[in-house]
């Protein structure tokens, strides 16, 4: 037993060790297709430490790590898009098919988790004068879009991670254009790279409004004063801040890695 566990804890020392010198100088991942790439020491964590010579796991879809205190790692395209400026689909919060999945009209008598009102909600309440309180006041995976549609490896932003992505403290926000398209681009102080947020609009009614004037990204965070509005990173060619709005607009999503 004890020359169990310490070659046991020789592995764990050696594996250690591996970590640490792949940390500090790299790493050469030998792909399955026979070919070999190199992570130098500063991209390492960035795109995860897996098995030492072993290839990452796919993903379907690009992500940055922007160097931020939390360690998030923001899509670099919308939920419904395949690049970073195209607009992608558009979701009502909590509910995981989009525009482009064919719900076309987007107020309270469609929402899903209501009987017509604002004040007949009877999921995500926090306060009897919108509905049944349950005081669930996150998505749940099930009625996360970006967890629906992607797959367990992400999630729908939360409030706190919006607001660290646009603090002054960690990153640049510039209004611009990429391939004619306006929107935000967000960069890193501390390691100057960026994800670039289209000015989509929203949808309300039938009607798509401010599409190059406006961008409104739904987190997954309830709003804490009313229960019939949720938390969205909202931005013009002025200004950039987080705020609560109606539950039933349909607005962008830009997923975060799990």
Known sequence: MKRTLLKSSCLVLLWCGIILQAAAQGIVVNKKDGTKVYYKA?????????????EPEPSDHEWVDLGLPSGTLWATANLGASKPEEYGDYFAWGET???????????WSTYKYCSGSSTTIWKYC???????????KELEHADDAATVNWG?????????QFKELINSSYTT???????????RKITSKSN???????????????????????????????????????YRLNFNSSNVDTGSVERYCGRSVRPVRV
């Open 97 to 107: 098919v989009g525009y482009n999945g064919g719900k076309t009209t987007f107020n």
């Open 126 to 136: 926090a306060s009897s004068s919108y509905g049944t309180v349950d005081n669930k």
């Open 42 to 54: 500063s991209e390492v964590l960035s795109v995860g430490v897996y098995g030492y010579g072993e």
């Open 152 to 160: 367990s490896d992400w999630q729908m932003p939360s409030l706190d």
């Open 192 to 230: 100057l790279k960026s994800i670039f947020l289209p000015a989509a609009g929203y949808r309300t009614g039938t009607s798509l409004n401010y599409t190059g004037s406006s961008g409104g990204y739904w987190s997954r965070s309830l709003s804490t004063g009313y229960s019939y509005s949720g």
């Open 173 to 183: 926000t510039e209004w611009t254009t990429i391939n004619g398209v306006y929107g």
